[in-house]
């Protein structure tokens, strides 16, 4: 099946095969999808493959359910993650010991929850936006 996600960032074809006897003990259907996307900034095209397995069957997740799905955990990934690595360097620590990690890890998400109650949408401008003033309160807008 060809499915184009609405930002046309990407074009997947998806399939799924029914599956029985292999290492994931629940697994009922592997899936194949193979996205060919465009860099925005350099315009370069490329190919990629990602493999997974899932316990729906095929009538609970066809490939449109499955390719929605997918969408679903790169918008958690883009959310989330992406947001951590790029405007808290979380990729970039060199904290690796006892419980300092977990600490450190703790204080981006009380950011960028503070910053999703006062109704700010992009963490690094509402960051520079409270960071020049410290004695700013947070209103929700």
Same mark, same amino acid.
């Given at each position: 099946?060809?499915?184009?996600?609405?930002?046309?960032?990407?074009?997947?074809?998806?399939?799924?095969?029914?599956?029985?006897?292999?290492?994931?003990?629940?697994?009922?259907?592997?899936?194949?999808?193979?996205?060919?996307?465009?860099?925005?900034?350099?315009?370069?095209?490329?190919?990629? *493959?990602?493999?997974?397995? #899932?316990?729906?069957? %095929?009538?609970?997740?066809?490939? $449109?359910?499955? +390719?929605? @799905?997918?969408?679903?955990?790169?918008?958690?990934?883009?959310?989330?993650?992406?947001?951590?690595?790029?405007?808290?360097?979380?990729?970039?620590?060199?904290?690796?010991?006892?419980?300092?990690?977990?600490?450190?890890?703790?204080?981006?998400?009380?950011?960028?929850?503070?910053? *999703?109650?006062?109704?700010? #949408?992009?963490?690094? %401008?509402?960051?520079?936006?409270? $960071?020049?003033? +410290?004695? @700013?309160?947070?209103?929700?807008?």
């Amino acid at each position: 099946m060809l499915v184009e996600d609405e930002h046309a960032h990407y074009i997947a074809l998806i399939k799924a095969a029914t599956v029985a006897g292999i290492a994931f003990p629940h697994a009922v259907q592997a899936v194949q999808i193979v996205r060919r996307r465009r860099i925005a900034t350099t315009g370069k095209v490329t190919l990629e *493959r990602i493999y997974g397995v #899932t316990g729906l069957i %095929a009538e609970q997740a066809d490939a $449109t359910e499955i +390719a929605r @799905r997918v969408r679903g955990h790169w918008g958690i990934e883009n959310k989330i993650h992406h947001v951590r690595d790029t405007t808290y360097a979380e990729d970039a620590s060199r904290v690796r010991a006892g419980t300092v990690p977990r600490a450190m890890a703790f204080l981006p998400n009380l950011a960028s929850g503070a910053l *999703r109650l006062a109704n700010q #949408t992009n963490s690094a %401008a509402g960051l520079r936006h409270h $960071t020049r003033d +410290a004695n @700013r309160p947070f209103e929700r807008q």
